[in-house]
């Protein structure tokens, strides 16, 4: 089992940056590839970044790529998710996601554990 924290949402203007973090504790964290995923009121769940393992590949949704970084740091257990030049349209719940493997998978359904979520809030 692995269990999942998320911390670091709130509201923020347009242009605006926040910093979200993923918080493992359980299993060997370093086994597990982590994904960010969003949901706004009344849509499905929509990828939005992921890291391997060791950290050495990443994957980004079309629409974050250039503004969002995902890394983690295994010494502490944790996923980071830097969002800069945020937009209206970024506003949602963020979770992250493990799933034991080394890749950096971006389907809702690879993943098996799911953190509670934080909300992002962005004002125009």
């Known amino acids: 089992q692995v269990q999942l924290v998320e911390s670091g949402g709130g509201l923020v203007q347009a242009g605006g940056s926040l910093r979200l973090s993923c918080a493992a504790s359980?299993?060997?964290?370093?086994?597990?590839?982590v994904g960010w995923f969003r949901q706004a009121p009344g849509k499905e769940h929509e990828f939005v970044a992921a890291?391997?393992?060791?950290?050495?590949?990443?994957s980004y949704a079309d629409s974050v790529k250039g503004r969002f970084t995902i890394s983690r740091d295994n010494t502490k257990n944790t996923v980071y998710l830097q969002m800069n030049s945020l937009k209206p349209e970024d506003t949602a719940v963020y979770s992250c996601?493990?799933?034991?493997?080394?890749?950096?998978?971006?389907?809702?359904?690879?993943?098996?554990?799911w953190g509670q979520g934080t909300q992002v809030t962005v004002s125009s």
């Open positions: 996601a493990a799933v034991f493997g080394s890749s950096s998978y971006t389907r809702y359904r690879q993943y098996d554990y």
């Open positions: 359980g299993r060997t964290f370093i086994e597990y590839a």
């Open positions: 890291i391997s393992w060791s950290g050495g590949t990443t």
